[in-house]
């Protein structure tokens, strides 16, 4: 069904191509469309008019689609607008959410996707709301262009003026705390303390006193007061990681705390009234823990406010080049050394594993590599077998390095004699006595596997002075 022909559509984008392939799709929808190149000259344009749904790059010559974002804010408060962008990055989505955008949508995008999303903007009125200008903080290592990750992302900037409680779920190595400091760096506690805990690294009979704190005598061991991570937390985020395993009783003081906002240190009197947002995370699927009776079902609905699913690797797999890039890059900078790279075949390998312990093993096979790996370049028989190399070719890559190491030595030794002469008949022997210890000392057929005939091979044997 095509939109109204009275909606007015306004694109700013520098790139003619990008315009052009818009402004035919919404033309051929019944949508009238006016294109500018610049910033600037849509600020121009916008007192003598005004459009019903505006789209506009991030990245232009001049003033950016952020700032022209902030402009409008104050001539066109209310005009939805959908920023279009080849950076698809956490901080790009991030900063158009908080410059009051409608939609975010990375490019190279689906035309009908554009256009479905222009219709949504003209049916929908955004809620207004305070839009202060906001320093974004950059999580670089929060990587990914894969329309899953892209979705993470939106998340994130949808929710960068709220603090409500968020559950995150994903396979062990997805990046489930990155997703949860990069809700507290893009929310309104963002100058408030970030605490982090492990719930399954405190034993269970500690948990509690780490949670909510003691008084000095509570139990044997308590010389002191301590404040648990609740009080440490107060006024700005607690990250409980593999919120799963929780105990029931543990539980059932959680959700005491996120009903009423307020608990008792162990061994205390008197309640601590705390504010404090929840991001908790687990591996484990809590839907089904609650329908087997092992997971409080209103502890979960308390949570689960809010829920982002962080993807595996393996259903990210375009991100892998990028993640592969970056993290050698950190590595190299870690270690101290140049930043090493990897050859189309290596990184050809690299991106067909399907990287069962996702992002974390990726991150630490860079760093393997980085210290294995003897040259600028990693090659295909620098990898492992157990993060996808093949086995065969890194044995025989072995004996390559040792014969480079050797020669290495030679020559740093100002060895005389050429070095062909020392390494051929060497060569010549271990091949020799290999292939007759596989034939049982049949001459005639390890002349066949050597590629040579039967009295070459004789000759060989007798001039090497083999012992056979």
Same mark, same amino acid.
């Given at each position: 069904?095509n939109a109204d022909?009275?909606?007015?559509v ?14 035919k ?6 949508i009238?469309?006016r ?6 000259a849509?600020?121009e ?13 991030i990245?232009?010559p001049?003033?950016d689609g952020i700032e022209?974002?902030?402009?409008l ?5 209310g005009l939805?607008?959908?920023v ?8 790009s989505?991030?900063?158009?959410f ?10 190279p ?16 009125t ?6 202060e200008?906001s ?8 990587i990914g262009r894969?329309?899953?990750?892209q ?7 949808r929710?960068s003026r709220?603090?409500m ?6 396979e062990?190595g997805?990046?489930k705390?990155?997703?949860a400091? *990069?809700?507290?760096?893009?929310s309104?506690r963002?100058?408030q303390?970030f ?7 405190i034993?269970?009979?500690l948990l509690?006193?780490e949670l ?10 308590a010389?002191s007061?301590?404040?648990?991570r609740f009080?440490?937390?107060d006024?700005?985020?607690l990250?409980?990681d593999?919120?799963?395993d929780m105990?029931q009783?543990?539980q ?7 009903a009423?906002?307020e608990f ?8 601590i ?5 929840v ?6 699927d809590?839907?089904?823990a609650v ?9 979960f609905h308390?949570?689960n406010?809010?829920h ?6 393996r259903e990210?797999?375009?991100?892998i080049?990028l993640?592969?890039q ?6 190299g ?8 790279c990897?050859t189309?075949?290596?990184?050809s390998?690299?991106c067909a ?10 991150v ?10 003897p040259g600028?370049e ?18 025989? *890559?072995?004996?390559?390095r ?5 020669a290495?030595?030679?020559?740093a030794?100002?060895e005389?004699?050429?070095l062909?002469?020392l390494a051929?008949p ?14 049982n000392?049949?001459?005639q057929?390890a002349?066949?596997l050597l ?11 007798r ?6």
């Amino acid at each position: 069904m095509n939109a109204d022909k009275r909606t007015v559509v306004w694109i700013v984008d520098d790139d003619s191509s990008v315009r052009w392939v818009l402004e035919k799709a919404l033309q051929g929808d019944g949508i009238r469309t006016r294109s500018f190149d610049r910033a600037e000259a849509l600020l121009e344009a916008i007192g003598e008019q005004r459009p019903d749904v505006l789209m506009t790059d991030i990245r232009m010559p001049g003033m950016d689609g952020i700032e022209m974002m902030r402009r409008l804010d104050a001539g066109a408060a209310g005009l939805p607008v959908i920023v279009m962008t080849a950076h698809a990055d956490l901080d790009s989505a991030v900063a158009a959410f908080k410059g009051g955008a409608f939609e975010y949508l990375p490019k190279p995008f689906d035309i009908d996707l554009a256009v479905s999303l222009v219709r949504r903007a003209c049916r929908e009125t955004e809620p207004e709301a305070s839009r202060e200008p906001s320093t974004i903080a950059s999580i670089s290592s929060m990587i990914g262009r894969a329309p899953a990750m892209q979705e993470v992302f939106r998340t994130i900037g949808r929710l960068s003026r709220s603090s409500m409680n968020v559950l995150i779920t994903g396979e062990s190595g997805t990046g489930k705390e990155l997703v949860a400091r *990069a809700l507290h760096e893009h929310s309104p506690r963002a100058n408030q303390p970030f605490v982090a805990l492990n719930t399954t690294a405190i034993a269970s009979e500690l948990l509690e006193s780490e949670l909510f704190g003691h008084e000095r005598g509570a139990f044997t061991g308590a010389d002191s007061r301590r404040l648990g991570r609740f009080e440490q937390a107060d006024g700005g985020t607690l990250f409980l990681d593999e919120i799963g395993d929780m105990s029931q009783n543990l539980q059932t003081r959680l959700l005491r705390v996120l009903a009423e906002a307020e608990f008792y240190r162990v061994g205390g009197q008197e309640p601590i009234r705390v504010d404090v947002r929840v991001i908790a995370a687990t591996n484990r699927d809590l839907a089904h823990a609650v329908a087997a009776g092992q997971f409080r079902d209103d502890l979960f609905h308390r949570l689960n406010v809010i829920h982002i699913r962080t993807p595996p690797l393996r259903e990210r797999a375009d991100d892998i080049p990028l993640l592969l890039q970056h993290y050698l890059a950190t590595a190299g900078r870690e270690l101290g050394v140049e930043p090493k790279c990897l050859t189309a075949a290596a990184e050809s390998l690299l991106c067909a594993f399907d990287w069962p312990g996702n992002v974390r093993q990726l991150v630490n096979a860079c760093r393997r590599l980085t210290v294995t790996a003897p040259g600028a370049e990693i090659r295909v028989s620098d990898i492992p077998e157990e993060i996808g190399g093949d086995r065969h070719v890194s044995g025989e *890559a072995e004996w390559i390095r040792s014969l480079s190491n050797w020669a290495e030595q030679r020559l740093a030794g100002g060895e005389p004699q050429p070095l062909l002469e020392l390494a051929v008949p060497e060569f010549e022997r271990a091949l020799i006595r290999a292939a007759l210890a596989h034939v049982n000392g049949r001459r005639q057929d390890a002349a066949k596997l050597l590629g040579w005939g039967r009295n070459t091979l004789t000759r060989k044997i007798r001039d090497l002075g083999i012992d056979t």
